[in-house]
């Protein structure tokens, strides 16, 4: 039985309580409170004991629409680049298939100065690609979940969203969406503000997420990622995320996967999951 993310206690994060999270280690300097009235009520003694760079992680608020909506689109617009040029790192066969390319481009027109500009061409293809499926996919997040945060994630039963708040500024988001079929719950939507980034804030998300599916009794937290970064794997994987299946044709929201998308535009999608309690 889940109950609503209005219903379950929540509490501060201390190091002592992480232990009951699996993948959590003990970190004292992030805290978790339901609210920022939460934050205000506490006595002047307390306000002295909290540490100036805490990271509350409270629930959101209809006035953090418009922060939280810029967070999730710079976030969003990050995966232009990566998606474009760290991407082909991950991807020998586009690497061997842009190199011929290349040498035809000398066979056919005998041009050196061609052949020194097709791999620019083709860079500035995948760039191109990138920006448009990245778009198409952020207009349609901002026109479904994103749009009205509170009906897809505050008032269903066992879902919830919550901001991450820093020297009273919002720095990050996360999501988690109730699945009553598999009783799992799935983390979504998690991104920090770039200029906050290397503070533990995307881990102190994550455990609100993971304390979140312990209280209301889920067999398992998923998620699925096509980040490009190295960094945001290992993330997962020290919340105690075990990588489950690895795919080369997942298809975003917005793709059309026609051939030039195709052949400029490649994605590795990624599922994650962390066991809690076996049903």
Request: with cysteine; proline share 4%.
């Amino acid at each position: 039985m889940h109950f609503s993310p209005k219903m379950v206690c929540e509490t501060k994060i201390v190091a002592d309580e992480h232990d009951a999270i699996p993948g959590t280690k003990k970190e004292s300097i992030l805290w978790s409170t339901p609210s920022s009235s939460s934050a205000a009520a506490l006595s002047p003694a307390e306000a002295k004991l909290v540490r100036k760079d805490a990271v509350f992680i409270r629930e959101f608020e209809r006035e953090d629409r418009e922060e939280v909506r810029r967070i999730f689109y710079e976030g969003i617009m990050e995966r232009i680049p990566n998606s474009a040029f760290r991407g082909i790192r991950q991807q020998p066969q586009t690497q061997f298939l842009y190199a011929m390319l290349t040498v035809m481009c000398f066979v056919v027109t005998k041009s050196v100065t061609l052949t020194c500009c097709a791999p620019f061409l083709l860079m500035g293809a995948r760039y191109y690609y990138s920006s448009k499926v990245i778009h198409n996919y952020l207009d349609h997040a901002l026109h479904t979940d994103m749009a009205d945060i509170e009906a897809h994630y505050m008032k269903p039963a066992g879902s919830g969203f919550w901001v991450a708040v820093l020297d009273g500024r919002i720095v990050g988001i996360v999501a988690a969406q109730g699945r009553e079929d598999d009783n799992t719950v799935e983390l979504r939507r998690m991104s920090v503000d770039s200029r906050y980034r290397g503070k533990g804030i995307a881990k102190a998300l994550g455990r609100r997420v993971l304390e979140f599916a312990v209280r209301n009794n889920y067999a398992a937290v998923i998620l699925g990622t096509t980040a490009v970064k190295l960094a945001a794997h290992k993330l997962y994987e020290s919340l105690g995320f075990r990588q489950t299946s690895q795919s080369e044709n997942y298809r975003l929201p917005g793709m059309s996967r026609s051939p030039l998308e195709r052949l400029f535009f490649q994605i590795r999608y990624s599922r994650y999951r962390l066991q809690i309690r076996e049903e």
